[in-house]
C-alpha cells in the first residue's frame, strides 16, 4: 500500500519587504530560524505597482547558499562582480551558487507593468560553502511544460518526475555543487478539481506553495500564498479545488548541519559569519581562498 506525505504544518506567507524596499511575501525563513533544511527561504513577489518594485536589489553581497529566481511575469537584470550579465525574463530562470562570496545586482528592466515570481535560499553543506561562485541562466525556451495524463501541466525545473510512462529529468541536474542536497523544483498547473501525484525520495524534505488558486493536500485544505510542509516519507498527492490552481513543489536532502545566519551570510558557526562580515568590509570576499 502507498504511502501519502501528509500536510504537517502551514506556514502563512507574510508580507515584507527587501533590497531597496521591493515588497514581497515570506514563508520560509519568515522568522528567524524559521528553515526547512536544505531551504533557508522562500519568497513571492507580484505586484503591477512600479512602486513595489522599480527600486530593485541593488548590489550586495552573499556567502554560503544557492539562490533560484524563478520568473513568472516581468524583467530583471542581474549583473555581479565575475561580469556575468543576465537578462530575466517570463518563465526563466536564474541558478546562482554564492559559494565563497558574490557581489551582485537584480534590477528591473520595466518601468511598469507586472512583475512577479519566486526567490529560493538553498543551502550549501559545511565543505561546499567556501567553493567559488557560479552562475546560470536557463531561458524559459529551455524549459518545457509537460502535459500531465490526468490534467494540467508540470513544468521540471530541477530534480525529475514522472509524466506519464516518461521520466522528465529538470534543465538544472544534479552537479557535484549540488549532489549534497538533489533539490526537486515543479511548477504544476491543475485545472479545477484535477490531481497530481508523485513519487519524492523518502527522507527528503517537501513542501507545496500554492500560488493561484487553492490545493489540498491528501484531502487538507492548503490555502493560496502559504507553504504547505510535508511529512518526510511516502508520495505527494495534490488536488485542485473549485478553481485552476498553480503551485510549486520544493524538495531536497537535509544536510543536518548547524545554520548561522546574518542577513545575507549564511555558514555553520558565528566565527565563520564574522569572518564573512570582515572579508566583505576588507574587500576579499569574493577572492579565490
Do not use: C
Not at 70 to 91: A, E, I, K, S
Not at 134 to 151: K, S
Not at 245 to 251: D, E, H, N, S, T
Amino acid at each position: 500500500m502507498t504511502t501519502i506525505r501528509q500536510l504537517q504544518r502551514v506556514i502563512q506567507a507574510a508580507p515584507t519587504s527587501d533590497g531597496a524596499g521591493v515588497k514581497l511575501y515570506r514563508s520560509i525563513g519568515k522568522e528567524r530560524g524559521l528553515y526547512l533544511d536544505p531551504f533557508l527561504m522562500l519568497d513571492e513577489f507580484g505586484s503591477e505597482n512600479p512602486g513595489d518594485y522599480i527600486a530593485g536589489f541593488p548590489a550586495h553581497p552573499h556567502r554560503g547558499f544557492e539562490t533560484v529566481t524563478y520568473m513568472l511575469d516581468g524583467r530583471m537584470q542581474h549583473r555581479d562582480h565575475l561580469g556575468n550579465v543576465g537578462d530575466l525574463g517570463p518563465g526563466s530562470v536564474q541558478w546562482m551558487t554564492a559559494g565563497r562570496g558574490v557581489i551582485h545586482s537584480e534590477m528591473p528592466l520595466q518601468e511598469n507593468g507586472r512583475m512577479r515570481g519566486f526567490q529560493l535560499w538553498l543551502n550549501l553543506p559545511a565543505k561546499e560553502k567556501m567553493q567559488p561562485a557560479a552562475w546560470r541562466d536557463i531561458p524559459a525556451d529551455e524549459m518545457v511544460l509537460h502535459d500531465l495524463p490526468d490534467g494540467g501541466q508540470i513544468k521540471v525545473i530541477a530534480g525529475s518526475a514522472r509524466v506519464g510512462d516518461r521520466l522528465v529529468d529538470g534543465v538544472i541536474n544534479p552537479s557535484s555543487a549540488r549532489l549534497s542536497t538533489d533539490p526537486v523544483f515543479w511548477d504544476v498547473h491543475l485545472p479545477a478539481g484535477a490531481s497530481f501525484s508523485q513519487s519524492i525520495n523518502d527522507g527528503y524534505t517537501a513542501l507545496v506553495y500554492s500560488y493561484e488558486g487553492s490545493v489540498s493536500v491528501d484531502g487538507r485544505p492548503l490555502p493560496k500564498r502559504a507553504a504547505g510542509v510535508l511529512t518526510n516519507a511516502g508520495d505527494l498527492q495534490v488536488s485542485a479545488g473549485y478553481e485552476p490552481a498553480r503551485f510549486i513543489v520544493l524538495a531536497g536532502r537535509p544536510i543536518e548541519e548547524p545554520v548561522v545566519q546574518y542577513g545575507p551570510f549564511v555558514m555553520n558557526t558565528r566565527e565563520q559569519i564574522e569572518q564573512a562580515m570582515q572579508d566583505y568590509r576588507d574587500g576579499v570576499l569574493t577572492a579565490a581562498a
